[in-house]
Protein backbone atom coordinates (compact mmCIF):
# COMPACT_ATOMS: atom_id res chain seq x y z
CA UNK A 1 0.00 0.00 0.00
CA UNK A 2 0.88 3.74 -0.48
CA UNK A 3 0.59 5.80 2.47
CA UNK A 4 1.19 9.07 2.76
CA UNK A 5 2.29 10.49 6.63
CA UNK A 6 1.83 14.00 7.68
CA UNK A 7 4.58 15.40 9.45
CA UNK A 8 8.56 15.06 9.39
CA UNK A 9 8.54 15.14 12.86
CA UNK A 10 9.81 12.24 15.28
CA UNK A 11 7.06 10.42 15.36
CA UNK A 12 6.04 11.01 11.31
CA UNK A 13 9.35 9.82 10.61
CA UNK A 14 9.54 7.18 13.04
CA UNK A 15 6.20 5.75 11.69
CA UNK A 16 7.86 5.78 8.00
CA UNK A 17 10.63 3.36 8.99
CA UNK A 18 8.16 0.88 10.75
CA UNK A 19 5.82 1.29 7.40
CA UNK A 20 8.81 0.75 5.04
CA UNK A 21 9.76 -2.42 7.48
CA UNK A 22 6.28 -4.01 6.72
CA UNK A 23 6.98 -3.17 3.03
CA UNK A 24 4.86 -0.20 2.49
CA UNK A 25 5.32 2.42 -0.12
CA UNK A 26 6.02 5.53 1.65
CA UNK A 27 5.35 9.73 1.41
CA UNK A 28 6.23 11.99 3.85
CA UNK A 29 4.96 15.58 3.73
CA UNK A 30 5.73 18.37 5.95
CA UNK A 31 5.15 22.13 5.42
CA UNK A 32 8.31 23.16 6.86
CA UNK A 33 11.67 23.22 4.91
CA UNK A 34 13.56 21.08 7.34
CA UNK A 35 12.91 17.44 9.47
CA UNK A 36 12.02 18.10 12.96
CA UNK A 37 10.67 21.39 12.76
CA UNK A 38 8.35 21.22 15.21
CA UNK A 39 8.42 19.70 18.76
CA UNK A 40 10.75 17.47 17.72
CA UNK A 41 13.44 20.03 16.95
CA UNK A 42 13.21 21.57 20.54
CA UNK A 43 12.03 19.07 23.34
CA UNK A 44 14.08 17.85 26.79
CA UNK A 45 15.51 14.71 24.86
CA UNK A 46 14.56 12.32 27.56
CA UNK A 47 13.50 8.87 26.79
CA UNK A 48 11.28 8.77 30.14
CA UNK A 49 9.85 4.79 30.29
CA UNK A 50 9.50 5.00 33.39
CA UNK A 51 7.93 8.12 33.86
CA UNK A 52 4.04 6.92 32.36
CA UNK A 53 2.17 8.66 35.06
CA UNK A 54 -1.58 9.69 33.59
CA UNK A 55 -2.25 13.36 33.65
CA UNK A 56 -5.62 12.72 33.77
CA UNK A 57 -5.65 11.85 37.91
CA UNK A 58 -8.28 12.53 40.86
CA UNK A 59 -5.37 14.87 41.91
CA UNK A 60 -5.49 17.26 39.32
CA UNK A 61 -9.28 17.68 39.37
CA UNK A 62 -8.92 19.69 42.87
CA UNK A 63 -5.76 21.50 40.84
CA UNK A 64 -8.19 21.91 37.65
CA UNK A 65 -9.44 25.90 38.82
CA UNK A 66 -5.86 27.06 39.31
CA UNK A 67 -4.53 25.31 36.55
CA UNK A 68 -7.65 27.06 34.22
CA UNK A 69 -7.13 30.28 35.54
CA UNK A 70 -3.56 30.20 34.27
CA UNK A 71 -1.67 29.21 37.82
CA UNK A 72 1.27 27.13 35.23
CA UNK A 73 2.62 28.60 32.42
CA UNK A 74 2.87 24.93 30.88
CA UNK A 75 -1.34 24.87 30.30
CA UNK A 76 -3.10 27.34 28.81
CA UNK A 77 -6.86 27.90 27.57
CA UNK A 78 -7.46 30.28 24.77
CA UNK A 79 -10.84 31.13 23.94
CA UNK A 80 -12.71 30.73 21.56
CA UNK A 81 -13.49 27.40 23.12
CA UNK A 82 -14.40 25.40 20.05
CA UNK A 83 -17.06 22.21 20.01
CA UNK A 84 -13.57 19.80 19.58
CA UNK A 85 -12.12 21.24 22.69
CA UNK A 86 -15.29 21.02 24.58
CA UNK A 87 -15.66 17.21 23.85
CA UNK A 88 -11.93 16.50 24.45
CA UNK A 89 -12.01 18.38 27.89
CA UNK A 90 -15.17 16.02 28.44
CA UNK A 91 -13.55 12.80 27.81
CA UNK A 92 -10.25 14.07 29.75
CA UNK A 93 -12.12 14.75 32.89
CA UNK A 94 -14.09 11.48 32.72
CA UNK A 95 -10.61 9.66 32.59
CA UNK A 96 -9.66 11.15 35.57
CA UNK A 97 -10.72 8.54 38.16
CA UNK A 98 -8.38 6.93 40.38
CA UNK A 99 -9.28 3.52 37.93
CA UNK A 100 -8.71 5.32 35.04
CA UNK A 101 -5.35 7.11 36.66
CA UNK A 102 -3.90 3.62 37.31
CA UNK A 103 -5.25 1.92 34.29
CA UNK A 104 -3.55 4.29 31.91
CA UNK A 105 -0.38 4.39 33.82
CA UNK A 106 -0.07 1.09 32.73
CA UNK A 107 -1.24 1.32 29.58
CA UNK A 108 1.78 3.53 29.16
CA UNK A 109 4.29 1.82 30.85
CA UNK A 110 3.52 -1.49 28.46
CA UNK A 111 3.91 1.16 25.30
CA UNK A 112 6.64 2.74 26.70
CA UNK A 113 8.80 -0.55 27.68
CA UNK A 114 7.98 -1.73 24.17
CA UNK A 115 9.60 1.45 23.02
CA UNK A 116 12.41 1.08 25.11
CA UNK A 117 12.89 -2.67 23.42
CA UNK A 118 12.47 -0.99 19.88
CA UNK A 119 14.99 2.03 20.41
CA UNK A 120 17.40 -0.83 21.30
CA UNK A 121 16.66 -3.10 18.33
CA UNK A 122 16.11 0.27 15.60
CA UNK A 123 19.84 1.44 16.45
CA UNK A 124 21.18 -2.27 15.65
CA UNK A 125 19.39 -2.01 12.10
CA UNK A 126 20.79 2.09 11.26
CA UNK A 127 23.36 3.59 12.52
CA UNK A 128 22.55 6.64 14.01
CA UNK A 129 24.16 9.01 15.54
CA UNK A 130 22.39 11.42 17.95
CA UNK A 131 23.94 11.40 21.49
CA UNK A 132 21.43 8.64 22.60
CA UNK A 133 22.99 7.45 25.91
CA UNK A 134 21.20 5.50 28.98
CA UNK A 135 22.00 8.14 31.55
CA UNK A 136 18.77 7.18 34.17
CA UNK A 137 16.72 9.59 35.51
CA UNK A 138 16.18 11.23 38.93
CA UNK A 139 13.13 13.18 40.16
CA UNK A 140 13.22 14.94 43.49
CA UNK A 141 10.24 14.06 46.10
CA UNK A 142 9.25 17.14 48.63
CA UNK A 143 7.05 15.85 51.02
CA UNK A 144 6.29 12.90 53.01
CA UNK A 145 2.70 12.26 50.76
CA UNK A 146 5.00 12.58 47.49
CA UNK A 147 7.18 9.84 48.57
CA UNK A 148 4.01 8.00 49.90
CA UNK A 149 2.41 8.18 46.43
CA UNK A 150 6.16 7.73 44.54
CA UNK A 151 6.38 4.24 46.47
CA UNK A 152 2.86 3.42 45.74
CA UNK A 153 3.07 3.80 41.96
CA UNK A 154 6.60 2.16 41.93
CA UNK A 155 5.71 -0.97 43.38
CA UNK A 156 2.95 -1.15 40.77
CA UNK A 157 4.95 -0.54 37.63
CA UNK A 158 8.08 -2.96 38.93
CA UNK A 159 5.83 -5.66 38.89
CA UNK A 160 4.91 -4.83 34.90
CA UNK A 161 8.69 -4.39 34.32
CA UNK A 162 10.02 -1.27 35.69
CA UNK A 163 12.95 -0.32 37.17
CA UNK A 164 11.64 2.19 39.07
CA UNK A 165 12.43 3.02 42.44
CA UNK A 166 12.01 5.27 45.59
CA UNK A 167 15.34 6.33 46.73
CA UNK A 168 16.78 8.30 49.74
CA UNK A 169 18.48 11.57 49.11
CA UNK A 170 21.58 10.28 50.13
CA UNK A 171 21.04 7.68 47.72
CA UNK A 172 20.08 9.71 44.83
CA UNK A 173 23.39 11.77 45.89
CA UNK A 174 25.29 8.95 45.47
CA UNK A 175 23.70 8.26 42.26
CA UNK A 176 24.50 12.18 41.15
CA UNK A 177 27.12 13.51 43.33
CA UNK A 178 25.71 17.09 41.73
CA UNK A 179 23.30 17.56 43.87
CA UNK A 180 25.76 17.96 46.93
CA UNK A 181 25.31 21.22 45.70
CA UNK A 182 21.90 21.77 45.00
CA UNK A 183 19.98 23.42 48.26
CA UNK A 184 17.27 21.41 48.47
CA UNK A 185 14.34 20.29 50.54
CA UNK A 186 13.93 16.96 49.40
CA UNK A 187 13.98 14.23 50.94
CA UNK A 188 14.00 11.59 48.38
CA UNK A 189 13.83 10.74 45.01
CA UNK A 190 12.10 8.73 41.99
CA UNK A 191 15.25 6.31 40.26
CA UNK A 192 14.98 4.98 36.84
CA UNK A 193 18.08 3.63 35.81
CA UNK A 194 17.32 2.59 32.58
CA UNK A 195 15.58 5.74 31.39
CA UNK A 196 18.13 7.81 28.46
CA UNK A 197 18.36 10.76 26.71
CA UNK A 198 18.69 11.78 23.13
CA UNK A 199 18.68 14.15 20.97
CA UNK A 200 15.39 13.64 19.14
CA UNK A 201 16.33 16.59 16.02
CA UNK A 202 19.46 14.55 15.14
CA UNK A 203 17.61 11.36 15.46
CA UNK A 204 14.90 12.25 13.41
CA UNK A 205 17.03 13.73 10.38
CA UNK A 206 19.33 11.13 9.95
CA UNK A 207 16.80 8.46 10.35
CA UNK A 208 14.87 10.07 7.48
CA UNK A 209 17.81 10.72 5.45
CA UNK A 210 18.47 7.14 5.93
CA UNK A 211 14.56 6.40 4.44
CA UNK A 212 15.31 8.89 1.82
CA UNK A 213 18.56 7.23 0.33
CA UNK A 214 17.91 3.31 1.93
CA UNK A 215 14.28 2.83 1.02
CA UNK A 216 13.17 5.29 -1.21
CA UNK A 217 10.85 7.11 0.92
CA UNK A 218 10.15 10.16 -0.80
CA UNK A 219 10.01 12.88 1.43
CA UNK A 220 8.41 16.18 0.24
CA UNK A 221 9.04 19.21 2.06
CA UNK A 222 7.64 22.67 1.80
CA UNK A 223 4.53 20.69 1.24
CA UNK A 224 1.61 22.48 3.52
CA UNK A 225 -1.41 20.19 4.24
CA UNK A 226 -4.31 22.70 4.18
CA UNK A 227 -7.61 20.41 4.13
CA UNK A 228 -8.55 16.82 5.41
CA UNK A 229 -11.57 14.91 4.60
CA UNK A 230 -12.14 11.71 6.45
CA UNK A 231 -14.00 9.43 4.31
CA UNK A 232 -15.16 5.73 3.87
CA UNK A 233 -14.75 4.19 0.54
CA UNK A 234 -15.59 1.34 -0.71
CA UNK A 235 -12.76 -0.45 -1.61
CA UNK A 236 -12.28 -1.12 -5.44
CA UNK A 237 -10.50 -5.05 -5.96
CA UNK A 238 -9.29 -4.23 -9.33
CA UNK A 239 -6.69 -0.82 -8.92
CA UNK A 240 -5.98 -2.28 -5.29
CA UNK A 241 -4.51 -5.09 -3.66
CA UNK A 242 -6.35 -5.45 -0.24
CA UNK A 243 -9.10 -8.42 0.16
CA UNK A 244 -12.24 -7.64 -1.79
CA UNK A 245 -14.97 -7.38 1.13
CA UNK A 246 -12.17 -4.79 2.65
CA UNK A 247 -13.39 -0.82 3.03
CA UNK A 248 -10.50 1.86 3.49
CA UNK A 249 -10.86 4.80 5.28
CA UNK A 250 -9.07 7.50 2.99
CA UNK A 251 -7.97 11.02 4.27
CA UNK A 252 -7.83 13.22 1.66
CA UNK A 253 -5.30 15.83 1.52
CA UNK A 254 -4.35 19.02 -0.70
CA UNK A 255 -1.92 21.45 -0.95
CA UNK A 256 -3.08 24.94 -2.53
CA UNK A 257 -4.04 25.03 -6.29
CA UNK A 258 -4.50 20.91 -6.34
CA UNK A 259 -7.35 19.88 -7.96
CA UNK A 260 -9.82 17.48 -6.72
CA UNK A 261 -9.07 14.32 -8.06
CA UNK A 262 -12.36 12.22 -9.12
CA UNK A 263 -10.50 8.68 -7.75
CA UNK A 264 -9.09 8.01 -4.37
CA UNK A 265 -6.70 5.97 -6.46
CA UNK A 266 -4.80 8.91 -8.05
CA UNK A 267 -2.11 11.10 -7.18
CA UNK A 268 -1.48 13.93 -8.87
CA UNK A 269 2.62 15.20 -9.27
CA UNK A 270 2.68 18.26 -7.49
CA UNK A 271 0.48 17.61 -4.30
CA UNK A 272 0.11 14.79 -1.25
CA UNK A 273 -3.67 14.05 -2.48
CA UNK A 274 -4.64 10.64 -0.43
CA UNK A 275 -3.43 9.27 2.70
CA UNK A 276 -5.02 5.92 3.35
CA UNK A 277 -5.49 3.85 6.65
CA UNK A 278 -6.30 0.36 5.89
C1 LIG B 1 9.33 22.09 25.39
C2 LIG B 1 9.10 20.62 25.13
C3 LIG B 1 9.89 19.68 25.77
C4 LIG B 1 9.67 18.33 25.54
N1 LIG B 1 10.46 17.40 26.16
C5 LIG B 1 10.30 16.08 25.88
C6 LIG B 1 11.17 15.10 26.43
O1 LIG B 1 12.10 15.42 27.15
N2 LIG B 1 10.94 13.80 26.13
C7 LIG B 1 9.91 13.41 25.30
O2 LIG B 1 9.76 12.20 25.06
N3 LIG B 1 9.07 14.31 24.77
C8 LIG B 1 9.25 15.64 25.01
N4 LIG B 1 8.43 16.55 24.44
C9 LIG B 1 7.38 16.06 23.57
C10 LIG B 1 7.95 15.67 22.21
O3 LIG B 1 8.84 16.64 21.72
C11 LIG B 1 6.78 15.51 21.22
O4 LIG B 1 5.84 14.60 21.73
C12 LIG B 1 7.25 14.99 19.87
O5 LIG B 1 8.31 15.77 19.36
C13 LIG B 1 6.07 15.03 18.91
O6 LIG B 1 6.54 14.61 17.66
P1 LIG B 1 5.63 14.77 16.40
O7 LIG B 1 6.39 14.23 15.25
O8 LIG B 1 4.28 14.21 16.68
O9 LIG B 1 5.37 16.36 16.29
P2 LIG B 1 6.30 17.50 15.66
O10 LIG B 1 7.74 17.26 15.90
O11 LIG B 1 5.73 18.78 16.15
O12 LIG B 1 6.07 17.31 14.12
C14 LIG B 1 4.87 17.69 13.50
C15 LIG B 1 5.26 18.12 12.10
O13 LIG B 1 4.06 18.30 11.34
C16 LIG B 1 4.25 19.39 10.50
N5 LIG B 1 2.93 19.93 10.17
C17 LIG B 1 2.02 20.37 11.04
N6 LIG B 1 0.94 20.79 10.38
C18 LIG B 1 1.18 20.60 9.06
C19 LIG B 1 0.44 20.84 7.87
N7 LIG B 1 -0.78 21.37 7.90
N8 LIG B 1 0.99 20.51 6.70
C20 LIG B 1 2.23 19.95 6.62
N9 LIG B 1 2.98 19.72 7.71
C21 LIG B 1 2.45 20.03 8.91
C22 LIG B 1 5.09 20.37 11.30
O14 LIG B 1 5.81 21.27 10.45
C23 LIG B 1 6.01 19.45 12.07
O15 LIG B 1 7.27 19.28 11.45
C24 LIG B 1 8.64 17.91 24.66
C25 LIG B 1 7.86 18.87 24.00
C26 LIG B 1 8.10 20.20 24.23
C27 LIG B 1 7.25 21.22 23.48
Partial sequence: MHVVVLGAGVVGI????????HGHTVTVVDRADDFASGASGGNGGQLSYSFTDAVASPALLSKL?????????AFRVRPPISDLPVCWGWAFLQQCTAQHSSENTLAVLEMALR???????LQTKVALKFSFRQAGKLVLLNSYAEIQAAKKSCAVKR????????????????????????Q?????????KSDSVGDANSFTSQLGKWLAAQH?????????VHRIILATVNFIPSKLTMEPSAQMQWLYAWAPGAKKSSSPCVSRQTSIRYVAIA
Fill in 115 to 121: SSALMTE
Fill in 65 to 73: PWLVGGGDS
Fill in 14 to 21: TTAYYLTE
Fill in 184 to 192: TSAAAAIYS
Fill in 159 to 182: QHGSDVRVVTLEQAIDIEPVLTYI
Fill in 216 to 224: AVDIRLNTA
